[in-house]
């Protein structure tokens, strides 16, 4: 049986909103209360199926962001190919 681990500091992590929104982000902190957040995107519907944009636009993209944990219905490290996408829509390098 696998043992789930939850989410760790500097991962990239998926987030579903109390809202119905679904956030991919990287994790800088967690406390009781809150996630810290680096870089969050928000999961949109495009003509060829799921895809990043901001989640805030009117926020300094280098600004982390702290997301009160009583608005958060799940949190779970982000699927590899989807964590590949956010990496390089972040921070402009191309992965293998």
């Given at each position: 049986?696998?043992?789930?681990?939850?989410v760790a500091v500097g991962e990239v992590i998926t987030l579903k909103l109390t809202s119905g929104e679904e956030l991919v982000?990287?994790?800088?902190?967690?406390?009781?209360a809150y996630y810290k957040l680096a870089k969050i995107q928000v999961i949109g519907m495009g003509p060829k199926g799921p895809g990043l944009m901001p989640y805030l636009f009117t926020v300094n993209p280098e600004k982390d962001v702290?997301?009160?944990?009583?608005?958060?219905?799940?949190?779970?490290?982000?699927?590899?190919?989807?964590?590949?996408?956010?990496?390089?829509?972040?921070?402009?390098?191309k992965l293998a």
């Amino acid at each position: 049986m696998l043992i789930d681990k939850g989410v760790a500091v500097g991962e990239v992590i998926t987030l579903k909103l109390t809202s119905g929104e679904e956030l991919v982000a990287k994790l800088v902190e967690e406390t009781d209360a809150y996630y810290k957040l680096a870089k969050i995107q928000v999961i949109g519907m495009g003509p060829k199926g799921p895809g990043l944009m901001p989640y805030l636009f009117t926020v300094n993209p280098e600004k982390d962001v702290k997301l009160l944990k009583s608005t958060v219905t799940v949190a779970e490290a982000t699927d590899a190919d989807f964590a590949k996408q956010f990496i390089e829509a972040t921070s402009g390098i191309k992965l293998a």
